[in-house]
């Protein structure tokens, strides 16, 4: 599990550094860019976390969010574009 | 046997967790959010479908193998959809590409709709 | 009868390549992220798609997207009927390169459904 344990650090500090990305800007694009690997860096972190504590029913919460990335994108892609198509 | 699934399984979420460090390292040293999203959705995807393979293996059971499965295609699917649907709505919202980024092309006049 | 036998394994021999294809391409961005001088020469082609069904599109659009480097920026009208898309394009070192790999796909992708050019 030490395998994990890595893993784990290493999606965290992409987390992070995705996190401070957000903040940073400057433009709205660049937040954007950086929601979205925030985003799929969380996925990952859940899968990691899951299997690391042994928990039954990952799977399913990791295909969930997933989709919530998916839905996340598509929404600040239309907040960038302020609601026009 | 289970032996050789758990070392692949380790060896998969290491190599998820580099590609997420490889993207966030992208994300700082890219010009512009056109080749950060590029790197973003490549990494993105494949580290998510990385690490959950490896997941899979290390925690095997035989319920796992469909939600496995479907969990990879779908982030594949919705990874890309999604990094399009930024990459057009920044160049919709009139986005600057970094000043060596040849856009001739899209000097064009175009209506996208 | 034969061709919607064999779909399955033309799809997974698509998918043995993408994955080559993807290994190939990802060499480029990690020697751009693993030097300190950023390199490539990030440019913007339109791929002609002529009167193609939507279902190509939108995989060949995910196709492009996954593989590093390039990246689907939309979808613009082309002529008369057609479609284009636009790709951003990192690290090829012209623009027919980049347009020579990306018809590649589309030829690769269509003849998983349509093998040999019949209709």
Redesign the interface.
Known sequence: MIAVDIAIVGCAVALLVSAYQVARGPEPADRVVAADLLTFSLVALVALVGTRLGRVGTFDVVIVATLVAFLAAVSLSRALTGGRR | MSAVWSVLGQVLVLAGAAIFLLAAVGLRRFADAYGRTSAVATAAALGVAFVTVGAGLLDPRPADVVKVVLAVVLQLLTSAVGAIAIARAAVNSGHAFSDETDVAELATPHEED | MTRVLLLPLRALAFVLWFTGA?VRSSGA??A??ATPA?RG??????LPLGAGGDAHLVAL??CI?????????????DGDEGRAL?V?S?YHPD?ETALADLRDTSRRLRAVVRPEGRP
Do not use: C, K, M, W
């Open positions: 993807i961005v990690l751009d992220i950023p020469a990030p440019r913007v082609v339109r659009s995910v997207t996954l593989t590093p480097g390039t990246l689907v920026l939309g979808v613009v009208p636009l951003h990192l623009a």
